[in-house]
């Protein structure tokens, strides 16, 4: 039977196929993203909910850790600044996208070691009081983040509310913190304008601190913590016994269940979930210093177990605006 | 090239091709063009119909919350630290304002509760001269001011101010004025943002175009004033972008404000793009694979015709054996198979025609054979007949000269004139066996000139004027010759040239009864030219022709008698055989010339 197609057809067009899969494969494929990565500094564990409520709020975004974004924990030996300020370099010279620091001492540390990666801080205080930013609303340079200021005004007015005859107030503070040192400007005029003395004292170290909690003055009346690591952080729980031992109550703005009375001040989990938001933004294209710092959320929580232990019963007008209430006998983790 | 049927049929066949190619991309394209415009419309309007649901509810809520304390708790009624216990719970449960205040009706705060300060007595403000109060008072309604950014946290603020009314009197008793933290709205944009999965942005405008909420905080820091669309659906993006545009009114309390969605064209028409390129490569490809399988059919179609065309040439040049190849069993096929056949029978009958020429061919060479022998056989008997009959003629000539003179015996009057007369008939006829001998041997082509230089034409025209004078002795003529000096010496057979002017001047002799002769000669270019006119008759233009034709004679010609009709067809043809002409002019009634030229050295005459 006669050949109906060639040998050397088929050949031809079969050669001109290969070509033309060829042609189609090397058609231009879109550039292979670069992943970004976001270095995280954080002093201590203290601040890890911080952290993991970046990370939640990231994942929010459609931010899947080593998919489209990768993590980079600075390896900071300890909180002290110059390690804090190592920590950074090293995450910058990896190349990292964004800092996000988590406290101040961080903070500070991620503004010293680079001026051109956008910082994002976590959780800072007095951010245009310490000179990270020009104002709230445009931070300007490199730099945004969370706030979380402007809580302790409320706090000593809530503790008033419950205690309205209170005249002294003791305040124990990590000497030379950057925060506690910005908190008491704050405090001091306000004070004076509702009539209270503060008994203000300031430890070096932990050695002084824990010496400290046996020369509580006997006549204060209670003992208001503020933002620092020793006292505010690693000492809390010391402290907060000292205070029901002594039978006055102690406040600070994190960790009621520690024995404190009741805690009014921001949610780090929730500050980092507000962080990612402008994380996200710079991602996108935003310039940090364009982006206005944004107030942390505060969250009151009353501890009933404090309160029975102080023998006050806190009025129900102040416990309609508890974000959340430690039941009497119920332990917390 | 271009006429050629391969080229054409290549060309018209991709052509198409590309044509249909284009055309289905366009059509796909252009509907996928539209589908996506209405789907991102569909899509914006949408985004802006939800986001301005949010933002309603999230505002209309506040309202609602703040009215509540005056509907449910009878607020302005309330003592002033339950008054400032039920704000601070507000405050600080809600998160949602910046601070609360109460003004009575003189527009004085009562109180006012702060979510950072603590508000002491000399910290109240005084709204009497407000206008926002005056409204509140004036419309008795919710009233909602422009956003305000707070000086502490720099956050955008709404003012909502909400009147209490006195349940009795229905009359207004208070005010509440309330921040409401309008970055709220920020966060709503930003939770709705990352939840559409187009690359849609909503943000929120006043009626004037101030950019007062978006998603990314930094834009609205850029104090931006959106210019609304011109032209529905398409305008310049925030970003400077061509955008799809949808803008919605969103109406609350006595404030409208415009929510816009936009989506840059770029990124609506995407898919539309990406359909196009990766058409273009598709297309490009497959143009590829066309144009290959399109020669390779034109090819397989018009390699049988080009190679009938090639045949056909073949046959036209007479290549009976060559035969078209024949391949398929269509059309093109059929056509090869009946072009052999017409091959075949072509090269059949060519070879009949062949054998049958051939045959011809044979039978004629015999004939010619044939002819040249019996024309061989003619010279022959003419030649051996011109000697046995001008043997006798001259026998009879002289020896009847011989009687004539005496030589004999006394002879009379009479008798000289009969014998005579025998002598002239003798001549005559000796005249005509010679020009019958010229004329034979000039149709067998054997007549040979004794061809030599240097002929002096004048002497012979003279002698032939000479000769032809004795022929008009008794007649009113008279002969003139008038020859150019240093008429040019010719080559030629002198003998035969005399013999072409003897006829030619004896013929006008003989048919001029009256008047003159004259013979002129000149030399013109390299011809003499030579012409003998007289006052004859003249010839009719139908007797013309008929002077140079053998044997033939004109009717003045017959009616003359005494000539053979050989006289001027010899002339003729020794002129020609001297490379030379002779013709004539005549009119009839006014004579007749005769032109005779003759080359002064004809080249194909070689003297002996």
Redesign the interface.
Known sequence: MKKIISTR?II??GI??I??LF??AC?PEEPEKRIPKIGIIIPAPAFQPAVDGFISGMA???YIDGDNIIYVMGQNASPAPPDLLTAAQSLVEQGVDVLVPVSNTATEAAIAATDTIPIVSAFAMYTVELGYAE????PGGNYTGIDIG??L??R??LLLELYPQMKRIYIPYQAGYVTAEASLPILRP?AE??GLELVVEGFNTMEEAQAGLTTIPDDVEAIFTLPDIMIGSQMLGDWASAAIERGIPHVHQVLPQVGLLFAYGPNSFVNGSQAS?LV??IL?G??AG??????G??Y?TFNLNTASALGIEIPD??L????EIILAEEESE | MYSKLRYRLTVLLIGLSVISMIAVVTVIASRTYNDLIDSSFDELTSAGLHGGDLISTSINERINELTLLGDVYNFSQLPLP?QT??L??ML??R?FYEQIAVLDLNGQERLRVA????V?EEDLFDYSSSDFLQTILTTRAVQISDIV?SQ????PLLRIGVPFFDLRRGTINAVIIADFRF?VVWDIM?DLQ?KITRPISVFLTDTTGNLIAHA???VV??NIVFEFPERHGETQGLDDMPAFTVVSELSIANTTFLIVAQETVNAALQPVFEMLR?SA??T???L??VI??VI?VVARIVEPIENLAGVAKSLGQGDFAVRAKVAGRDEIGDLGRVFNEMAEAIEYRDKVQIVKLEKQLVEIEEARNRAERADQVKSSFLASMSHELRTPLNAVINFTRFVIDGDVGPVTEQQIDLLTEVVGSAKHLLNLINDVLDMSKIESESLNLFVEDNIDLESLLKSSATTGQSLIADKPVNLQVAIEESLPLVRGDKQRLFQIFLNVVSNACKFTEEGEIVIRAHQEGEEIIVSVSDTGPGITPEDQEMVFEAFKQTSTGLRQGGGTGLGMPIARSLAEAHGGRLWLQSEYGKGAVFYIAIPIKADELVPV
């Open positions: 057809y031809k067009i001109l196929m070509f033309a042609l189609t058609a929010e975004l459609g104002s709230l609303a445009k402007p809580v005004p409320r000593l007015m306000l304008q509702l938001r996200d933004q996108k935003a310039n364009d982006l206005p710092i944004e107030i959320e505060f009151l007008s102040i309609l605006r508890a974000d | 339950e216990s039920l601070n719970n600080v449960a998160n979510r950072f300060d603590i002491f950014v502490q946290t720099g956050e970055r930003a990352s990314n905080p930094s820091l850029r990766n490569i598709v490009v490809v497959a590829i694979i290959a399988v390779a």
